[in-house]
């Protein structure tokens, strides 16, 4: 739309969102084309610019811009239609203390606007408000119609003009940092620095930033020579947050626009060391992360309770602190150094002593306060630090010690972290000590159920090889057992039951009471399995168990009569002293506690001296490395060299011939017991 054959008119109504700016310098730049004022265009679109982004972070809602242009120059009306009161309307500074310096918005925008334009005001409507600025045309001689004659020789120092130009105000607006750069923001706060100077005319400035890494104030950016202290000398504090401090200094005196500008060029500044401090919080946030998952992880690789006191110092350390100690509570109470760890190996004497000082003051009486509140302690010098209490499942199991960097203090995120370890440090502490209890216990009933020594006996040589499940705290089913019998024969017993843990160990250790006291009654094998398999039947919790029973005795010519009975366990290995290959014996039956009648065949077996008979229970034959069993085949041709070696040796060397066919823990019992003819 046009007016007069002189004027250009645009009016136009646009949204309230972000891209509202542009579209009004869209409108702008063509008006200026139209009548040919472009001389005034950085002007014009510096100020529809602030303008229009002032009306829409403050009335958000729809816009009219109206543009009109004539030969002597440029009218640009930003109107609102925000009800209410209008707001006041100021040109300069406010919000101005010792700690943090801000420029309005609005009022930021109008300080451009009253130094570029060559009027300005305000409208007030039934359904809004608005705010409108002239731009005039410069005489021949480069000055507005309406601006003040400029006196030779008014120029700031460095050449510079009084008041800056549109286009710095544009260039210092526009300067951002480089997005592709490792660390832009040197080069970014050099670059504002320097625009900054050079439109205040200052002779020297820097920018001085403390991270609150412990480096103390460092300098971000220089310009020219080092400000002096006086009274020319311009400070503006950076508005970052903690743990970010930083100035703006600049060697020019504070009149005019200098601060302003010097405060717009800080608070551009901050935006981005804010967003600086932000991405490198999360960075950190994240590498803690890492580090608490790793550490977890490495934690709970470890049931050994002395191991896992000795690892959490060097997780701490040199990460977290200079120094750690980790202290444990015994039954009374008292605290006992586990673990302790420095950054310098050398101090470590020095660390030990100062730790065992007693007295009001010492390191001791605070860890004691710490573990007895439950609560974090300051540590005092000589070794300054704090005291995280260890507490896992509400129980105190001591404290964890750490000491400060030498070249900071802890910040709150590493204190959270550390307290993060320890509570983790306790967890697994506590498993560790329940899973060792856990081991006693189970190592306490298989002794149980194992006899401590095998009988010596004349002429019979007796020898076992037993062990454990790798890594398991729970007891295994295996057993055996040489029981006296009343004829003056002895009773060769192994057996394996179903199942580990307490159930299991229970079933075995009736399974083994019910064999000696039928054996000691005298009852004949046959009956003895029949009576444990009705037993099994009724009270064995639906557990089974696999068995074999030789009654060894002396025969004719220096011969051991065997009578062998088989319930479903795997046949014995046979070795002759005079040489052949191993052999197994005996004729399988029936596993006892699974029918209610069972069948149980007796093998008549002589071993003439030097003979051996081998017993064994899965757990060596179903030994795996990887999908490979060792199997019986392969445990009769390990036996076969052994014939002639004595029972102690047999049992030895199948054993480490089984344990050495994989490199894994084994994953069930291993038993072995050997009987073997040794009359001369």
């Not at 420095?342 to 660390?351: F, G, K």
């Not at 060792?436 to 216990?441: F, P, S």
């Not at 009975?565 to 070795?575: E, I, Q, S, Y």
């Not at 795996?624 to 041709?637: A, Y």
């Amino acid at each position: 739309m046009t007016g007069g054959p002189d004027e250009h008119v645009r009016r136009v109504r646009l949204p309230a969102d972000r891209r509202t700016p542009a579209a009004a310098r869209a409108v702008v730049r063509s008006v200026l084309a139209e009548a040919n004022l472009d001389e005034l265009l950085n002007e014009a679109l510096l100020l529809t610019t602030e303008l229009s982004t002032n009306a829409v972070e403050h009335a958000r809602t729809e816009l009219d811009i109206e543009v009109t242009a004539d030969p002597a120059g440029l009218t640009v009306t930003v109107s609102d239609f925000a009800s209410g009161p209008v707001d006041e309307l100021t040109v300069g500074v406010r919000n101005v203390s010792t700690d943090i310096t801000e420029v309005a918005e609005r009022g930021r925008g109008l300080l451009l606007v009253d130094h570029f334009a060559s009027r300005w005001g305000t409208t007030y409507l039934p359904t809004g408000k608005g705010v409108w600025f002239r731009l005039d045309r410069a005489d021949p001689g480069g000055q507005r119609p309406d601006d003040p004659p400029t006196p030779a020789g008014d120029s700031g120092s460095n050449g510079q003009s009084s008041t800056p130009s549109a286009g710095a105000m544009s260039a210092l607006m526009q300067t951002s940092p480089d997005p592709y750069a490792d660390d832009p923001l040197p080069d970014f706060a050099t670059s504002l620095l320097t625009r900054v100077a050079e439109m205040v005319g200052a002779a020297g400035g820097v920018v001085r930033l403390d991270r609150g890494d412990g480096q103390g104030p460092q300098v971000l950016a220089r310009y020219g020579r080092q400000p002096r202290a006086g009274n020319d000398l311009l400070r503006v504090p950076l508005a970052v947050h903690r743990p970010y401090v930083g100035e703006l200094e600049l060697d020019a005196a504070p009149t005019g626009y200098a601060r302003p500008l010097a405060v717009l060029t800080a608070e551009r500044l901050s935006l981005h060391l804010e967003n600086d401090r932000l991405r490198r919080a999360d960075v950190r946030r994240q590498a803690w992360l890492t580090f608490l998952a790793e550490a977890s992880e490495l934690l709970a690789q470890s049931l050994d309770v002395e191991l896992t006191m000795a690892l959490i110092p060097q997780l701490v350390v040199p990460r977290l602190g200079q120094w750690c100690a980790v202290h444990t509570t015994d039954e009374w109470g008292r605290l006992r150094l586990a673990a302790a760890s420095h950054a310098d190996e050398s101090m470590l004497p020095q660390l030990h002593a100062t730790l065992r000082e007693a007295g009001p003051d010492s390191i001791q009486a605070r860890l004691r306060e710490a573990s007895r509140n439950g609560t974090q302690t300051p540590l005092g010098a000589p070794m300054e630090g704090f005291a995280v209490p260890l507490i896992a499942r509400g129980q105190r199991l001591g404290t964890l010690a750490v000491g400060r960097h030498q070249r900071h203090r802890h910040d709150p995120d590493e204190i959270a972290v550390l307290e993060d370890v320890a509570r983790r440090a306790a967890l697994a502490i506590e498993n560790a000590r329940i899973h060792a209890e856990r081991r006693r216990v189970a190592q306490t009933l298989q002794q149980s159920l194992l006899p401590p020594v095998l009988p010596v006996v004349e002429g019979i040589g007796f020898a076992a090889e037993y062990v454990p499940t790798g890594g398991d705290a729970d007891v295994g089913g295996d057993f055996y057992d040489v029981v006296p019998m009343p004829d003056g024969r002895w009773l060769v017993v192994i057996g394996d039951v179903s199942g580990k843990g307490v159930q299991a160990a229970a079933v075995t250790g009736l399974v083994r009471d019910v064999i000696r006291v039928l054996a000691g009654d005298g009852k004949p094998l046959p009956e003895v399995l029949a009576r444990l398999n009705e037993t099994l039947v009724e009270r064995g919790a639906g557990r089974y168990c696999t068995l074999a029973l030789a009654a060894v005795g002396p025969g004719e010519g220096g011969r051991l009569d065997v009578g062998l009975h088989l319930a479903g366990h795997d046949r014995p290995v046979l070795l002759h002293s005079g040489g052949g290959p191993a052999t197994f014996v005996g004729t399988g039956g029936t596993a006892l506690g699974l029918l209610d009648a069972i069948a149980s065949p007796t093998a008549e077996i002589a071993l003439d001296p030097g003979d051996c008979l081998v017993f064994y229970t899965d757990g060596v034959t179903e030994r795996r490395r990887g999908r490979e069993l060792f199997g019986t085949s392969r445990l009769r041709d390990a036996a076969a060299p052994l014939a002639g070696y004595s029972a102690d040796v047999v049992a030895a060397r199948l054993r480490a011939t089984a344990i050495n066919f994989s490199v894994e823990e084994p994953r069930d019992d291993i038993a072995i017991l050997v009987l073997r003819n040794d009359a001369a």
